[in-house]
């Protein structure tokens, strides 16, 4: 499977997920497809610092439970075992006093 594929079951991906658990849902559905590689899938949670600090559920996004729940979601729509691996600045740090935003995050 490529990373269109994919992209293409994402919504139905995210369906199964909620199903089986609407918190795991509601920490991974702003993670964007970024990669897919040798059966290891990239999703960037960049743009989930866009808004004004950090939602309880971004943090949660890495937690061990809510990643295997994803990928048993990826695994009982298309068949295919993937390994999950995140990309995302967790620490979102605020624009400075010039308006720009600061290229410094960690995660």
Do not use: N
Not at 18 to 29: G, H
Not at 35 to 46: A, K, M
Not at 47 to 76: C, M, N, Q, W
Not at 77 to 102: C, F, K, M, N, Y
């Amino acid at each position: 499977m490529d990373a269109a594929t994919l992209k293409s079951r994402w919504v139905e991906i995210l369906d199964e997920l909620e199903s089986v658990s609407r918190a795991a849902w509601l920490a991974m559905f702003d993670g964007r497809i970024q990669s897919l590689e040798d059966g290891v899938l990239t999703l960037d949670f960049s743009d989930a610092t866009k808004f004004a600090g950090v939602h309880e559920y971004e943090r949660d996004s890495r937690s061990a439970p809510f990643i295997a729940a994803l990928e048993a979601s990826i695994t009982a729509v298309t068949g295919e075992r993937l390994h999950i691996v995140l990309s995302h600045a967790l620490t979102h740090q605020p624009p400075t006093p010039d308006g720009t935003a600061s290229d410094e995050f960690s995660g």
